[in-house]
């Protein structure tokens, strides 16, 4: 069975700061990656995701994320964090080749500091 | 990115009543919805899988005639949250997916129930 962790239930940055969201996950073959923002009120918006190719995978509102086979991480960063990054991220595994039932880990909460 | 509503955003009810939550895929066909169910400072718990004019596909533990899914068209799942008790408070998200978005689920904005 699939399955994701992300270590960090909350973590502090400044804003400006670089950022970095670690998450592992546990998949049979090779996975569909994905990394979601959940802001109160919002639904789920897909920052970036992952499939094939290129293992740096570059997302919206400047994020990356690095795919990496050996330490089964997909960890999102962020050069340089905004007040707005204040969020939920989840990071989410899915089943290749399928419609993907998506097993989400339990995420991070991110607060920003001016 | 497709939008996908949920309706209502918020309802509180009384022990006992039943409950309808709707999705509906705006500006494409969702041949496929998700529900997930989100609880405090958790993660998503994926419900269901619906499929437009079949049954609903349950995940394990989850109870089919508490939780009753109908995806009548493309456009349209509904959750129904039978004889709602309070352990069913919860955040209810839904998802939909089509063959054409690349393997991405479009998320709507979830409902927040709250059982009294």
């Known amino acids: 069975a699939q399955s994701v962790t992300q270590p960090d239930i909350h973590i502090t940055v400044s804003e400006g700061a670089s950022l970095e969201l670690r998450c592992n996950y546990s998949y049979g073959a090779t996975p569909y990656l994905f990394w979601y923002v959940q802001s109160p009120g919002q639904g789920l918006q897909l920052l970036l995701k992952y499939f094939s190719g290129d293992t740096l995978v570059q997302g919206i509102k400047g994020f990356e994320a690095e795919f990496k086979r050996s330490q089964s991480s997909f960890n999102l960063r962020k050069p340089s964090v905004h007040w707005s990054d204040a969020a939920e991220y989840f990071c989410?595994?899915?089943?290749?080749?399928?419609?993907?039932?998506?097993?989400f880990g339990t995420g991070t909460r991110l607060q920003v500091t001016l | 990115g497709a939008v996908v509503s949920q309706h209502p955003s918020r309802v509180i009810c009384k022990s006992g009543t039943s409950v309808k939550i709707e999705c509906r895929s705006l500006d494409f066909q969702a041949t496929t919805m998700f529900w997930y169910r989100q609880f405090p400072k958790k993660s998503l718990m994926l419900m269901a899988t619906s499929n437009e004019g079949s049954k609903a596909t349950y995940e394990q533990g989850v109870e089919k005639d508490k939780f009753l899914i109908n995806h009548a068209s493309l456009t349209l799942s509904t959750l129904t949250v039978t004889s709602a008790h309070p352990e069913d408070s919860s955040f209810y998200i839904c998802s939909g997916w089509t063959s054409g978005s690349r393997h991405e689920q479009f998320f709507g904005p979830g409902t927040r129930l709250t059982v009294l």
């Open positions: 989410a595994v899915g089943a290749a080749g399928t419609a993907s039932k998506l097993t």
